[in-house]
């Protein structure tokens, strides 16, 4: 399969890299079938519905009430609540999986085997082994593997990237995020595995490297549920550090990540309606002054506040240009931005924060 940078290059698909230019279109559609319409599964049929190249072929689930809402909304697409129709469908080319985390890695195995290319609702798989069986068997059929890591073609994402790239921010210092809010409790997966892999989605991508070890905290509140509250740190070479906050049972729904650079410190509120990236040029500088019996801290600290701005990035929705993207690799035969390898870096972390938390917050290496 084509590397990222020989195929697509820079997401050439983003309205916000490259305006006016698109990538060439494949003659042939790209038939797409949707396994789940439960939460995001809606969500995927739309965006695929109206991605150039591809065509949405079916969508498949248990219940027959979901299947009665897809024909009222799009009557040209096939229902069904057997997932084996799907595999058998000649139309069909690629399969976008939105169902519980427990049936990803069945699911998308089973695409795999069909010889169709697979996009997995995060997270990719319930531990790594299963992950990384999902990465061999699509390397080994060279097909299209995808982690649906929404944010990651956010425009926001995306120009904080530009970022740090251009050295202005200059070396990371710290990725702290809060995502929290109100519900929806999970069955399967606690609030790491639902709301973190997010934020750990962004942190890989940004920081382009994987931490060395892990430590998480968390309660359940509620009898035999999973952990509701938790608290994740990531530890890093060179003395970089992330601290992820996520939570089921906060009265505000919130979502912010501070990323803090020795040059420049970024603001990113997701639900900032205009504003959403931030960048302040503030930090501390210390003395040129020799060192005391305690080393550094009896140098002076200065502190220097400048100026903040709000750079420009695409509002537009981060799911359609996952989708054309997705559609593009598939035609191109290119890897995905947010590939399998990506899902399973993701994966590995959480394991080894759901091993911390069994361990009462002990860093567990990676």
Known sequence: MVPPSESIPALTISPFERPGEAPPRPERLVGIGVAGYGYWGPNLVRNFGMTPGARMVAVSDLSPHRLASVKALYP?????PVYADMLADPEIVAIAIATPV???YPLAMQALEAGKHVLVEKPLA????????LVAEAERRDLVLMVDHTFVYHGSVRRIRELIESGQVGKLRYFDSTRVNLGLFQRD??????LAVHDLSIMDYLIGKSPVAVA??????VPGQPVNIAYLTCFFEDSLIAHINVNWLAPVKIRRTLIGGDRQRI???ALEPSEKVKVYDSGITLGDGPAGPDGPYDRLVGYRTGDMWAPKVSLGEALSVETQHFVDCVSQNATPLTDGKVGL?????LEAATLSLK???CPVQL
């Open 216 to 221: 998480a905290t968390g309660v359940a509140h």
């Open 359 to 361: 361990q009462g917050g």
């Open 126 to 133: 319930l531990n790594g082994d299963e992950a990384a069986r």
């Open 76 to 80: 040209a697409v096939k229902t069904t």
């Open 102 to 104: 427990s049936s990803h």
């Open 189 to 194: 997966v606690d609030v790491l595995w639902d």
């Open 267 to 269: 603001v990113y509120d």
């Open 345 to 349: 870096r993701v994966v590995r972390i």
